[in-house]
């Protein structure tokens, strides 16, 4: 499958930004699909991941209540709605599937779990 990753750019600490990622190749539902981050610097950091049928979510910590995730499968595309941004969420951003299979959707927190990745989008939050 190949990722796609749209929608970074420059937003105002508190305003919105929703990046999109639209996946090609096979089955989208197959997938768990992730979204990361990765600032200058630092280490690649888990963000949200989706389940399959989409009714199950997990956010890290640093954005839970923040940012949320989402995927339409008629559009083969999945979402991170990010409100209130703060300056530290400045990053890239990299959209991720996983074809694991797991009882636990916290396990997709590990990017080790995931198969396929697309090319980042930079997020710029300003103060």
């Known amino acids: 499958v190949q990722l796609q990753a749209s929608g970074g750019g420059l937003v105002q600490a508190g305003g919105s930004l929703r990046l999109s990622c639209v996946a090609s190749?096979?089955?989208?539902?197959?997938?768990?699909m992730g979204w990361f981050r990765q600032a200058p610097g630092k280490e690649r950091e888990f963000v949200a991941a989706?389940?399959?049928?989409?009714?199950?979510?997990y956010d890290a910590d640093s954005v839970k209540g923040r940012f949320t995730i989402s995927r339409n499968t008629a559009k083969n595309t999945v979402y991170l709605q990010m409100d209130s941004p703060k300056p530290e969420d400045t990053a890239v951003y990299y959209c991720?599937?996983?074809?694991?299979?797991?009882?636990?959707?916290?396990?997709?927190?590990?990017?080790?779990?995931?198969?396929?990745w697309g090319k980042g989008t930079q997020v710029t939050v300003s103060s």
């Open positions: 991720a599937a996983s074809t694991l299979v797991s009882s636990l959707i916290s396990h997709y927190s590990d990017y080790r779990k995931y198969d396929y």
């Open positions: 190749g096979r089955t989208f539902s197959a997938y768990v």
């Open positions: 989706i389940g399959r049928s989409g009714t199950t979510t």
